[in-house]
């Protein structure tokens, strides 16, 4: 059988049809089975941040790969806890909790925010307030937490407790509140939604409500934190600090892990027995990360994706000023969202840039997605955008 025949028959089709495969990556190229060389500008959905085969991190994984790949969490994990104190160190004072995937941060943050409220408060005090087009995952919990209903609505009944406010509108949450409101979970900038920031304003001011009425406040920085914004977190740069901070996707840059720091309030919520995952940081994961973070600070890659953003915001207003079904360019760092007009579609767009062996995504209701791995070079964006230009050129027609 080939591989669409195995695909078919063996993989439930929990995607549309895929017809694409690669052999091998390097850089932030990869590579078919025929040697075509495509530009990858998703990066596994927001993961490679390294690109591919990165030499350094490469040594480093495979020295560990060799020594020892897993124990379990009954045993202490040396560079588990080296990642822990990093990460601490590149945010704030707590502890950290160490997970599979971004869903998983995601129930274990809301697990934590439950706990300290019924043992603080009532019995009663569980309701959680999340947002209108946010994106949090697809496990239960998760999904409960998720504002579209499209994804919601085959698998209810979900979680109870769960309202949803207009993200950027703080009348809409304030209206929510009430003595057993327990937590609010934000995108600090929408990811599936369709790549929209939140207004610092809006941060700022939900922090202080949270503040006030001892409410938890999750950042989910999945897709929109760990070094893409220009800085390590998002809530960096909107100068607001939530109780939780929860990562996952480039932070093992390509290895499952990721992470719930909890600062000094909730750090000790969860006692023994209340939660744990097999592989959650195991060796090989956590050395990933940790060698991640260390090349993207021996190469002051924060520094390189802050450039980068500025010449990708250039290019891509100067394609927005050409082309009208160019309605809004919308971006943080290296995260970035193209909204089209409606007589456009963003799938068929995608479709039409993979023919120019360029490979990017989609978000929102009618949005191309760019998260290109933190390497990308000037003369990549350059050729990234010269193949853009003659794909929009052809819509024009
Ligand atoms: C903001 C956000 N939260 C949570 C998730 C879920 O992460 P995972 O797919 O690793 O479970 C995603 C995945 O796209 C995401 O973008």
Not at 138 to 163: A, C, D, H, Q, W
Not at 296 to 318: D, K, P, S
């Amino acid at each position: 059988m080939n591989q669409l025949e195995l695909s078919d028959k063996y993989l439930m089709q929990t995607y549309p049809r895929r017809t694409l495969w690669f052999t091998h990556g390097k850089g932030i190229y990869l590579y078919d089975c025929q040697g075509n060389e495509y530009l990858d500008c998703i990066s596994g959905i927001g993961v490679n941040v390294l690109g591919h085969s990165h030499p350094e991190w490469c040594g480093v994984v495979n020295e560990q790969l060799h020594r020892l790949v897993h124990t379990s969490n009954l045993y202490l994990i040396p560079p588990q806890l080296q990642l822990a104190r990093k990460l601490i160190e590149l945010t704030f004072p707590g502890k950290v909790f160490f997970t599979n995937s971004g869903t998983e941060s995601i129930e274990g943050a809301l697990k934590i925010a439950r706990k300290y409220s019924r043992l603080k408060y009532n019995s009663k005090r569980w309701e959680i307030i999340s947002f209108d087009n946010s994106f949090h995952g697809r496990t239960l919990g998760s999904l409960s937490v998720t504002g579209r209903e499209k994804y919601r609505n085959p698998f209810n009944p979900l979680i109870p407790g769960v309202n949803f406010a207009r993200f950027n509108d703080i009348q809409s949450v304030t209206s929510l509140i009430n003595e057993n409101t327990c937590a609010i979970i934000v995108e600090p900038v929408q990811g599936e939604g369709g790549i929209i920031p939140a207004n610092k304003s809006f941060l700022k001011e939900l922090s202080q409500i949270c503040e006030q009425n001892d409410i938890i406040l999750i950042f989910d920085e999945i897709q929109c934190g760990f070094g893409r914004p220009g800085s390590w977190y998002a809530c960096q740069d909107y100068e607001v600090i939530p109780d939780i901070i929860l990562s996952a996707k480039g932070l093992g840059n390509g290895l499952p892990i990721g992470a719930i720091i909890a600062n000094e309030k909730v750090q000790d919520v969860f006692q023994p027995g209340d939660h744990a995952h097999t592989f959650g940081g195991n060796p090989l994961s956590s050395t990933g990360s940790l060698a991640t973070i260390h090349i993207m600070e021996q190469y002051e890659i924060l520094q390189h994706i802050r450039e980068i953003a500025g010449l990708f915001r250039n290019e891509l207003e100067h394609l927005s000023k050409k082309y009208s079904f160019i309605k809004e360019v919308r971006s943080r760092g290296v995260m970035i969202g193209i909204e089209l007009t409606p007589d456009r579609s963003a799938a068929e767009v995608v479709a039409k840039v993979r023919e120019k062996n360029v490979l990017i995504g989609t978000c929102g209701e009618n949005s191309l997605r760019l998260l290109p791995p933190f390497i990308i070079k000037k003369n990549e964006v350059e050729c990234l955008i010269s193949r853009l230009d003659a794909v929009f050129e052809n819509l024009k027609k």
